[in-house]
């Protein structure tokens, strides 16, 4: 297994390339993004030495899949997934925030509770929970969408009053962050699973509102098996899950939480295989689908995106 840890791709027309954490994203024109999901992973803002194979793959297929599934509820950015690492879509211009949405008190939102703050992005949070409780309803707890290091925490007042996002604008962005969530539900407990919180980046292409880069992947999002979750609940037992958390419970057991100083761990073939069969396994459960492994290969992917581009 080999894992694509970056692309320098160039295409006709090309104006710009820039390396996210993860992603790496061609400006081809004014009006298109090719958006590449390398093996590349982060865990608390800092890229992980290694990269995972097939996982790239997992993140730009779920996402593909859950934009044609949600179209319905806001337009989005794809245009065509042309290669199983690949999409192509419109070029917007994005909102710094993130929105972030949360069904259950767990992962960053249990370390604050933990911690004894009682409100969080500015919503207040009820005494009495335990990890992994529901809420009553989903809150949404956004981010400033940082260039670089850490996002941070922030209220809907504070976006609004330091300009970030106008009030009109931002009340939107809740009312598509509530919907989506609830479609991802909706689909999940069909495939016997819980969407604990995921997180959503919007937009504006000719005036609209857009939704961009990926969705519900379990970079983005955090699943538990609805099978058993209750009892695990009330045992104070850990929830059988699927998403990112467990590379970063892998990591904080380590002695790594991204502060200065601190080490990665060393990560092993065999940590790294099973990061790749945990990503396999999210794949296969929320889509339904066999996974259909796409060996790394970049001559594939830049031929696959030329191909598109030519037309």
């Not at 857009?210 to 009892?231: C, K, N, Q, V, W």
């Amino acid at each position: 297994m080999k894992a694509i840890l970056s692309t320098d791709f160039h295409f006709s027309g090309q104006l710009a390339k820039y390396t996210g954490k993860v992603r790496d994203v061609y400006s081809i024109g004014s009006d298109y993004l090719v958006m590449v999901a390398t093996d590349r992973i982060s865990a608390f803002d800092v890229v992980l030495p290694k990269g995972i194979p097939y996982k790239g793959q997992v993140l730009n297929q779920i996402a593909s899949k859950f934009l044609d599934a949600t179209a319905d509820i806001i337009p989005n950015w794809k245009i065509a997934e042309v290669d199983p690492m690949a999409t192509i879509g419109w070029r917007c211009e994005p909102f710094k925030v993130e929105m972030v949405i949360r069904g259950y008190l767990t992962g960053h939102a249990w370390r604050e509770y933990k911690a004894g703050k009682r409100t969080l992005c500015g919503v207040p949070l009820p005494d009495g929970m335990v990890e992994n409780q529901k809420f009553a309803e989903p809150i949404i707890t956004p981010t400033t969408k940082a260039a670089e290091g850490h996002d941070e925490d922030i209220s809907k007042e504070e976006i609004i009053a330091q300009g970030i996002v106008s009030r009109g604008d931002y009340e939107q962005l809740e009312a598509y962050t509530r919907a989506l969530f609830a479609r991802g539900t909706e689909i999940a407990a069909g495939k016997g699973l819980i969407l604990v919180d995921t997180k959503y980046e919007f937009g504006k292409r000719d005036g609209k509102i857009m939704l961009m880069d990926e969705i519900h992947t379990p970079d983005s999002s955090r699943y538990f098996y609805a099978e058993g979750y209750e009892e695990r609940l009330a045992k104070g037992e850990r929830q059988k899950q699927l998403s990112k958390e467990f590379v970063r419970e892998w990591l904080m057991a380590n002695g790594f939480q991204g502060q200065a100083g601190q080490q990665v761990p060393e990560m092993t073939d065999a940590v790294v295989a099973g990061i790749t069969d945990r990503y396999v396994e999210l794949y296969e459960h929320i889509t339904g689908d066999k996974f259909q492994p796409a060996p790394g290969d970049a001559a594939r992917i830049e031929s696959n995106i030329n191909a598109f581009l030519k037309k």
